[in-house]
Every structure is written in C-alpha cells, then in structure tokens.
C-alpha cells in the first residue's frame, strides 16, 4: 500500500495573499482647475473667401485644360480651390482661387489657355449655369410649344394641362386632322414664339 504525504502542520509560513490594488490618491487640496474644452459656439473659424476668374482656352480644349489646372492644384503646384468646366460656356473655364495672383500663377504656362478675362466673375454670373431650372416651371396652359423629341418631335402643339410633380404636359397637336391630346416630357418642349394659332 502507498504511504501518503506527510503533511507539516507546525508550518510558521503563512501563504503569500496578493496585496490589494491601489487606488489612485486624488488631491483635494490642489488650486488647478481641470482643463475644460470649449464648448463648439466658441471655437473661431475664420471664413476664407475666394474669387471666381473666367479663363479663356482653346476652343474644344477646355476639358484638357481643367484636368491639367485638377492635377496641378492636387500637387500643391498651384493655389486654387476648384476649377469648374461647363457644357454651354464654350471657350472658357472658371477657376477658384484666393486672389488674382494665384489665378495668374495657375495658369501660366498651360497649354491651350488664351489668357484671363479682367476682373471677377461674380457667383450670379454662374449660377445659371449650375443650377438646372426646371422647365416645367416656364410653361403654362394654352401655350404653343414644339416638341424637340420623341414621336411627335417637330410638331407644334397647344398645352391644355401641366403635371409639375411628374414633370410632363397634355398638349393637342396643331398639325393633326383632329384634336389628338398627347402626354410629353417637359423637357421635350420649347416655347415657339411667333407661331400663329390653328387656321
């Protein structure tokens, strides 16, 4: 048979106990205020405001000049904010920059540009531009249109109804034999002017 420990109980040693976690002593007497964020109303921005020049370029260039002013600028060669490139305003770019130095300093040397208009384009001079009007907001009833698409394209007709929120207009047919009411996109219709009513 296995004989087993023998166990001394006459042991002075006491079993090691792991001291208590400290708790961080927290000075009450100290005169230092803790640091406090200011609250966001108080925090200062200070408002940059920029200027708009028209840049004139070589006609059907004006995307390769604006990708050219994009790189430039997103390689901190030149100082502007944006360059802007619209369909309908051929022959020209508009840059945003800080001042006209920066403008000039932008330009100089790019290929296809033709030189910088005097002065500063104002924001409402562009505005048109971008931001689209929705057409059917200049028509009205008892308007004479041409249809600029689809089917009927070509065709003048009268509007006797507007739909705002689906954005079509119920117009008759001038050149039909009979009245033929038709639903068309707004934005296949141009007011005709000076087209005389039906005989």
């Known amino acids: 048979m296995a004989e ?12 090691v106990k792991e001291a208590p976690a400290e708790e961080p002593v927290v000075n009450d007497t100290s005169t230092e205020e803790p640091v406090k964020e200011a ?28 990708r050219i002013l994009e790189t430039r600028a997103r390689m901190n060669k030149i100082h502007i ?8 305003l051929k022959g ?3 840059i945003e920059a800080l001042d006209p130095s920066a403008a000039y300093q932008a330009i100089e040397g790019v290929r296809h540009i033709r030189g910088q208009l ?3 384009l104002e924001f409402k ?17 008892d308007q004479t249109v041409e249809i600029t698409g689809g089917p009927f394209k070509g065709m003048k007709a009268t509007i006797t109804r507007i739909d705002h929120e689906k954005e079509e207009a119920t117009v008759v047919l001038l050149e039909a034999s009979y009245e033929l009411p038709v639903t068309v996109d707004a934005n296949y219709l141009k007011i005709s002017v000076g087209f005389g009513s039906k005989d």
Do not use: C
């Open 39 to 66: 609250p966001a109303e108080e925090l200062v921005t200070e408002e940059v405001k920029s200027h708009l020049f028209a840049i004139r370029t070589t006609g059907g260039q004006e995307k390769v000049v604006m």
């Open 92 to 94: 020209y770019v508009v």
């Open 125 to 141: 001079d562009i505005e048109g531009y971008l931001i689209k009007k929705s057409i059917v907001a200049t028509l009205a009833v």
């Open 118 to 120: 005097r002065g500063e």
């Open 81 to 88: 904010q944006s360059v802007l490139w619209v369909d309908n």
């Open 4 to 15: 087993e420990p023998v166990v001394n109980d006459t042991s002075t040693e006491e079993p």
